[in-house]
């Protein structure tokens, strides 16, 4: 709608709050730090202060409310955007991340097929300090379209990768329509330039047909041409993902409450249990948290990064191994912390008897239908 923070206005100038205040009180109008501006009278400041407004491209930020509540409002901290890899199978996802991370995951895999949802966080040293990405590589084989739609969930951004010399695939496109589902901008990475077959023009042509239409024929999508193998223009592609997070996403999270999140992946560990990858979407989760999944309830006992250190805690938007789960969590569930173990252990147990009762219920169902089959 046009509307924008003294704050945010602040910020996107790289002036201070003050001089957008001074600006508008030698205007005769009155604002203070916390108040939200309008188009025309942001139009003012900025032209009062020597920018150049872009009225034609007027930019609406997003922000992703899934997570937050009313109360998390004031305490409101900017979060690393996490930006999930789509794309065919065999497109080079794994390769781009490990060329973007300087890491070796892609030659590891069985058969070279990605099976599960990996996540890892970088960081790049940009104008403003240090920044964070947080990034999850999905697989790209037709088997697993669940694991895709979760990533899609979760994520701030969409990175698409197209190998140049293959085009658009049953996999991209489908990967297109989880984004699309999700209200998720795509980004997209035409992988494998370095191959002699390599046709990017091709590429840009077919996305066209699914309302991807590349900046430089006049449309909107950013499309970075790249190359895994010979680590061509990672930084280029880095660079717009943190465009796109910037100036079309308002990502926050209040890093000062109990947890909340997303379970990526879980698995039962023979030695360590239960070991579930979170996503934490908001607050910060700590080492003794008690937390529910589902129906699942448990203490975290110990947290890993993404490289297997061992951490206290985990801030928003991190990926963190969790130990100390009762149970296998589901891919897909949310969790949250509670303060309270009393009420934790309550609600647990309250989804536990309800799940068992519609369990209970259906087998029932499936039990008359057969009686009255007359079998
Ligand atoms: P799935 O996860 O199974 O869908 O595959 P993926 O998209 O992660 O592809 P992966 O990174 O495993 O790479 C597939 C093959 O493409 C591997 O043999 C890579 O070495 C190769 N590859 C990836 N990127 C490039 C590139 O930029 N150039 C060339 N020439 N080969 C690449
Ligand atoms: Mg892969």
Redesign the pocket.
Known sequence: NGNISVQDLAARMHVPTTEIIKALFMKSVMVNINQTLDQPTAELVARELGFEVQTEQTVTQTTRTEMLDLEDIESLEPRPPVVT?M?????????????VRSARV??G?AG????HIGAYQIQISGEEGERKLTFL?????EAFTAMRARGAKVTDITVL?V?A?DGVKP?TVEAINHAKAAGVPIVVAI?????PDANPDRVKQELTEYELVPEEWGGKTVMVP?????K?NLDLLLENLLLVADYELDLQANPNREAKGTIIEANLDKSRGPVATALVQNGTLHLGDILVVGAIYGKVRALYDDRGNRVDSAPPSTPVQVLGLTEVPQAGDEFEVYSDEREARRIADERARKLRESRLLEQAAARSARVSLGS
Not at 87 to 99: C, E, I, N, R
Not at 137 to 141: A, C, I, N, S, V
Not at 191 to 195: A, Q, R, V
Request: zero cysteines; hydrophobic letters at 30%; glycine letters at 10%.
């Open positions: 890899i794309g065919h199978v065999d497109h080079g996802k794994t390769s781009l991340l490990d060329a892609a030659e895999e070279g097929i990605t099976q590589d999905t697989p790209g084989h990768v190998a010399d996999q992988n494998k330039i370095d191959k790249v190359s895994a193998k010979q061509l």
